[in-house]
Each structure stands twice: as C-alpha cells, then as structure tokens.
C-alpha cells in the first residue's frame, strides 16, 4: 500500500519518503511471501506478491521517491510549525503529512510447542517460506488450516516430491476457492490430508528433519517421512512504536475516517490493514484505494489553497522525466 501511495501521490505533484523497518522494498508482501500467489488483482489472474511489489516499485519510479530501509520509525512528534517529525535511530525527518501502511504491525510467527523444535528451525522447519523453489524435490509436511496452509499446500503440490497437509479437523479456515483447489489437488494425489490429526513431535538430527510425528486426540500416533516442516499457525504481531504516537485505536488498528483515510491526529493517515472503520473489507483491493483516498485528502495539507482538478491517469499522463 505504500508504494501505491507514492504513485498516487506523485500524480498529485507531491514527493514520497518511505520508511521500512525490514531492509527490503515491499514490506511484509516481501518479508513473509514474496512467492504466495496472489488472485484478487484486477487484470492479474494470478500473480506472485514479489512481482506486484515490482510492478509497484517501477510505477512509482517516475516519482522518485527517497527510501529509509532498515529504519523503523521509533517517535512521530509535532512539530511548533505544524509539520511531523518522524524519527528513526539515526535520523529525523520533517513533513506535512504521514501515511501509516504498517500491516498488522510488528510480527513473528507463533511456534509450535515441540520439544526440541528449535534444533531444526531455518534448515528443516520454517514458519515463513519465500521461494518455492527451496522445496523442490522434497517431502514437505504442512501444519495448519487457514490460508497460508493451504496457499502453499497448493503452490508446493507441483513442485515437491510430496506435501502432506496436517490439520486437527476436516474443515480447513481459507477461503473457498483454496479450498476447492486443495480437495482437487487431494483426489488427484497430489497432496495427502492428514486429518484429523495434529503435530506432535519432530524427528531427526544435526537440524535435518527426518520424520514428523502426528497424532490423533485419542493418542494414536504415526511417523510421516518429511524432508521439511512448514508450521502456519499465524503471526503474533504487535503495533510496536505506533501504540505510543497518540493516535487513537480500535482493537490494535488505527481508527480513521473511512472518506480521507485521517486519524485522529491531524495530517496522519493510515490505510490497508492497519487501518479500522465500519464494514471495512480487509482486502489488498481496499488498501489501494485508501491510498488513493488518503493521497488526494493530502493534497489540501501540501498546497493549501490550491485547487485540485480531478484528472484522470488517462488523460493526464505521467510526468516527463
């Protein structure tokens, strides 16, 4: 959302600093799955979330924008003259407003409570995956039922030499179509649903996972030959620095006005899924129109007084470089 932010607010005439805690372009889209498929993009009926994060870095380009990578922004102050002072470990940077697309905030994945878990965690067990191609040829046993179980359960099902999916009860929390997708994948015999079971040990040595160990609630217990656990059992994630700005929250979201995407703070916005009103739709649709939203109730804050003249991209072009 904030790259899409840049561009929007480059078509307005304004220039973009953008501050990231991670030290790669993309956010969280980079950190966690740059090769989850994404569906719900207009004109993409597929398309990886690495590939969006580049298209959006090169429609932004033309505008130039600065970025501040591996600097998390620790204060936002108000300044005497108005204007936001944001402020990092080693710099501090004025403007006139603030967009806040910060995601679920600071994250990290919740581990199972395995004995001995930790031995193999980043060789052979992963809460994160960002290139499938670290799976091809391998046994893979995945752990959980909501989305991410299931996106790459389906995403890993032609690339693995076999995926077996655990999870506790037949139902699985994603969304339809996935689900649709992973039954399909499961009559084909392209994936193996370990249901009604749950993980209950790992086996191996020296980091190398040799085995799996899952068992019924009733205590029955069998070994699944596995080269690789994946463990999605969600992300524990917290506002970090932002619970401490003064903006005002609802459930650990940030509270705006839907119609300007502005917080309580005046000339700080928030979009995406940091950002709460009524009947928002947490969707990456939502997020770039807040950013579209957000950008031109800016435009007032940057040059007061002047009129904006609705164009569309169409008609009005990108800039000249």
Sequence with gaps: MGLFTVFEAGMLGMRCQVFDALDVVGGQCAALYPEKPIYDIPGYPVISAQDLIERLVQQAAPFAPLYRLGARVERLVRTTDG???????????QATAVVISAGGGVFAANRPPLAGIEEFEGK??????RRRADFAGKRVVIAGGGDSAVDWAIALADVAASVAMVHRRAK?????DSV???????????????VPYQIAGVHGSGGVLAAVEVALLTGERKLLPADALLAFFGLATS???IAEWGVRLERD?????????????????AI???????????????????AAMAAHAIYGRVFPGRALHFEYSTTKGLPVR
């Design 83 to 93: 204007l936001w002072r944001l402020e990092t470990a080693d710099a501090r940077v």
């Design 124 to 129: 052979s067990v992963f809460y994160l995956v």
């Design 172 to 176: 699985f929390r994603a969304a339809p």
């Design 180 to 194: 649709a997708r992973l039954h399909a994948l499961a009559a084909a015999g392209k994936v193996e649903l370990v």
């Design 239 to 241: 506002l970090g620095p």
């Design 253 to 269: 979201r940030i509270a705006i006005d839907p119609a300007t995407c502005e917080s309580s703070l005046p000339g700080v916005y």
């Design 272 to 290: 995406g899924d940091i950002a709460s009103y009524p009947n928002k739709l947490k969707l990456i649709l939502s997020g770039f129109a807040e």
